[in-house]
């Protein structure tokens, strides 16, 4: 699904030491997990 690979995305991001970048991804997934 688009959210697996989303969340396999933000891995991505935590691996690379980019946790801005992960939490912002985070924060987009949330926010369409509570507005669905």
Same mark, same amino acid.
């Given at each position: 699904? *688009? +959210?697996? !690979? $989303? +969340? $396999?995305?933000? =891995? *991505? $991001?935590?691996? !690379?030491?980019r946790? !801005?970048?992960? =939490?912002? +991804?985070?924060?987009?997934? +949330?926010? =369409? $997990?509570?507005?669905?």
């Amino acid at each position: 699904t *688009k +959210i697996a !690979a $989303e +969340i $396999e995305g933000l =891995r *991505k $991001e935590l691996q !690379a030491g980019r946790p !801005a970048l992960a =939490r912002q +991804i985070a924060s987009t997934l +949330i926010g =369409r $997990e509570v507005s669905s």
